[in-house]
Every structure is written in C-alpha cells, then in structure tokens.
C-alpha cells in the first residue's frame, strides 16, 4: 500500500451481508461489489457491535463502543430535540483524525448522529440529509455545505453526483477521505417505494436464499405489520434486492469518477454497512429491534466488509473483525496516530497485506441494557436485569433456534465474566447502556415490553 493513500469509504444502512453475490447469493445482482471483492479482501464473518443505525455508526467512525459515546438506539432526528442536539459531544471521529493527519475529508449521505444539518466536525465537504431521510425517491430538502438545497430524484443517485463533486474540490497535493452513506436498503422495503427501473430486474425471482415466511414469536417488524400476505413479502423482497442493486449501480458510478481522475490507483475503497438486515429471516423484517425483546441474531449483526485498492491481497478471511477493528485500520493506513485513550477493536492491515497474524475471534455487542458475547462456539446474550437470557451453540446450532442458557450455567458464568471485563474496560458510568430504563408493556401479546421513551425519540441514557 503507498503511504497516505485516499480512502473511500462506503457506509450503507441495512444491507446484509447474505444480500450480495460474492457472500453467496445467486439471485441479487451486485456485479461492483463482487468484483472488488475477486480483487481485493472480503470478510466472511464481519459483524455491527450493534444492529441498530446511530450506535453503529458511532462505533465505526469513532473505534469506541456505545457505552462510552452514549449514544444507544436511533436517533428520531425528525424532533428537533434530538435533532439539533450534539450526541457526540467531545468524542472525535474519523473526520477529525484524519484532518489533522493533512487529509481532505468529505461526507456525502448519511450521518444520523444529531446534528445532521451540520458538517461533521473536521469534514471540508458535506451533501447530507437533515432531520428524518425521508423516501428513497421524490422530492426532498438536503443540505449542501451549511445551505438547504431542494431536489427532486433518487437519494442514492443524488448522494453519488455530490459524492463525485467532493473529488474535484480535493486540492492537487492532499489524500483524501471520503465517506459515502447510501440509505436504499433501509425501510421501507416494498417495490412500489423504489425505482422501477430496478425493481423490474426482479419480478420473476424465485427469492430462494430467503427461508420461508414464519413470523418470529417476538417479531414487531420494521416498515409495517407483523402479519404478511403473500404479495406483501413478495413486495418487500423485490424493493429489497432492487435497493441493493441500485446501490451496486452507485459505486460503479464512484469508481468510474475515480478512474476518470486517476485518483482509483490510489485509493482504497471500503464497502460495509452500519449492521445486518433481515428480509423474512428468522420471521422478523428490520434488524436488532424488529424484535421484542431486541435481539443479537446473526441475521443482525452479519455486515458486508470489503477491501480494495494497492496493496491488498485478493482472498477471502475468516476472521471475525467489527467496526471497531474498520476504524483503527483506517487510521492505520492514512498513517493516524490515535492518543493514548480506550478503544475497542485492532486493525487488521497486516490481514489485508497476506500476512499470517495472531487474531481474537471473540465478538462483543450491546444494545442499550442488552449485552452480548460470542465466538466461534458459543454466543451469550444477557438483558440486565430481568433478562430473558440466551445462550446459543453456534456449531450445532447455527440458527440460534435452540437457548440453552438454563442448561449450561458454567457456560454461561464464564462468558459473562469475560463480558464484564470487556465492558469494565470499555464504558463511562454516565454513558453506560445499563442505564437504560424500561418500562413493562402489554400490548398485542407480540410486544412484552418497550423503552421508556424509545417510541418518541430512540433509546437513550436518562
């Protein structure tokens, strides 16, 4: 890899991993992402530290986990409340490492951190979406570099003309970093909301890498009902994977403006997504909190992560590596010296450079009072403090089908106890997603409880 090089980095919301072909599906069509990954890394086992947007987000572009921002859901920035708040407060980000490190920086897309309006701190360049993100399609007001700007058109389409605009602001002499936030693959799902133009690729799908439809004991989906017809999940599967491919067609357009200004030898591109996303899988739509009680399922927490650009070696790794690890990595190679603080995560440079390291496969996760371990055995969710607990075998159980938390009580102490020392490290009290309140509710007999201000205005520490 040369010294200092540009790096682009793709951060869409609620695109799993599944939903790509080079993870193995035969149906979506991601030619783009499937060829960066035949030359460059693509991880097998990516994960979200947690499967919801602004605490993930958070964690990839700070290295920190949510108990230590404070951030610990969503953020409804459609109330100016949450909104116009500073989330972050004194917690730096990427954009400001690397501005100090001589970079120019630009975001285009989504930020969903509070302060969505504004440019990032330490971003020279900013195209975002202000307040709710609204429609994938129609008219909508963005902001442009402090100014409201009105448009009418596709967002992923929009994002990618400023996005391509951000590289001919780049002065001669200075690399680049660049952050692109596509949001097609978020709710809602169903293909009247999308482009015809890419929904039409999908009308006779067969949909065969999505099991058949069972609504999950907890499910409380995203975008709509719990209860589906048949046209309905057709409807949401085809807006699903025409999303992906309109995304796909996107970074093709990226590339083409990189090669265009012989910025791509350059540059390395890094695709990823801010947590999993499922389409019917395990009887839910959405992610971490389609579900009540929330959930850390695979289908959740699994992330496309991919790599290329000089330097990488072409393969696939198998290591387990979260968003974390993607941020010290970036800072790694724009050469970033990070001071002297507590981060979660490790780069994996010397993986993407061939090189045989030593790596600790263990996973953790959090969302607000729920926590989560697992490695390649064993995955341990606790809800503080009433639970329900889990305790998943993952090799023979890798459909998490199967809580053996009651049964395996030494299991379950040993993980907790290395759970509790991960997090000893790596939270503030005051930030702490175990301060989280909640509150019983009984509802339809789908929800059993809810957060005490989660439908108002995202989970948060009060």
Same mark, same amino acid.
């Given at each position: ?142 902001v442009r570099d402090g100014e409201l700007v009105d448009l009418d058109g596709n967002k992923s389409?929009? $994002? ?86 309109? $995304? ?63 330097? $990488? ?31 979660a995560g490790a780069s994996y440079v010397d993986l993407l450079r061939g090189q045989e390291i ?105």
């Amino acid at each position: 890899m040369r010294d200092r090089p540009n790096i682009v980095l793709f951060l869409t919301d609620d695109h799993g991993a599944w939903a790509n072909g080079c993870y193995g599906n035969g149906e979506a069509h991601t030619p783009t992402l499937d060829a960066l990954a035949a030359t460059g890394a693509r991880f097998s086992r990516a994960y979200t530290p947690t499967p919801v947007c602004s605490p993930a987000r958070a964690c990839l572009l700070t290295g920190k986990t949510a108990s230590q921002v404070g951030i610990h859901d969503w953020l409804q920035e459609a109330i100016p409340e949450v909104g116009e708040r500073d989330w972050l407060g004194t917690t730096r980000t990427l954009f400001q490492y690397l501005s100090e490190a001589g970079y120019h920086t630009g975001l285009s897309g989504k930020w969903h951190l509070g302060q969505s309006h504004l440019a990032p701190r330490g971003a020279d360049y900013h195209f975002g979406l202000p307040g709710w993100q609204g429609a994938h399609n129609g008219p909508y007001t963005y902001v442009r570099d402090g100014e409201l700007v009105d448009l009418d058109g596709n967002k992923s389409s929009l $994002i990618t003309d400023h996005a391509i605009e951000f590289l001919d602001t780049v002065p001669a002499d200075k690399p680049f970093f660049l952050n692109i936030g596509y949001i097609a693959t978020h709710s809602p799902y169903a293909q009247q909301t999308h482009d015809p133009g890419q929904t039409e690729r999908y009308q006779n799908c067969a949909f065969s890498e999505i099991p058949p439809w069972k609504p999950h004991p907890w499910v409380k989906n995203e975008g709509g009902p719990n209860e589906l017809s048949e046209q309905d999940l057709r409807d949401r599967y085809i807006g699903y994977y025409a999303a992906v491919t309109e $995304i796909d067609d996107n970074i093709a357009r990226v590339l083409g403006a990189l090669e265009q200004r012989n910025l791509r030898e350059n540059t390395i591109i890094i695709y990823t997504s801010d947590h999993g996303c499922a389409i019917g899988h395990k009887g839910f739509f959405g992610k971490g909190n389609s579900t009540r009680p929330l959930n850390m399922y695979e289908i959740s927490l699994q992330v496309p992560l991919i790599l290329s650009g000089a330097g $990488i070696e072409p393969r696939t790794l198998d290591q387990y590596v979260d968003h974390c690890d993607t941020f010290h990595t970036i800072c790694q190679l724009a050469n970033v010296d990070l001071p002297g603080d507590s981060y979660a995560g490790a780069s994996y440079v010397d993986l993407l450079r061939g090189q045989e390291i030593n790596w600790d496969n263990t996973r953790f996760g959090e969302y607000g009072d729920l926590r989560m371990i697992r490695d390649e055995r064993w995955k341990l969710i606790l809800r503080y403090p009433e639970g329900p607990h889990e305790l998943f075998d993952l090799r023979r159980d890798p459909s998490e089908s199967v809580n053996c938390y009651a049964q395996q009580p030494e299991i379950a102490a040993a993980y907790q106890a290395r759970l509790d020392a991960f997090y000893a490290e790596h939270e503030v009290a005051a930030r702490s997603g175990l301060r989280v309140k909640r509150q019983p509710l009984h509802n339809d007999g789908n929800e059993a409880w809810r957060d005490g201000r989660r439908e108002a205005r995202g989970l948060q520490v009060y």
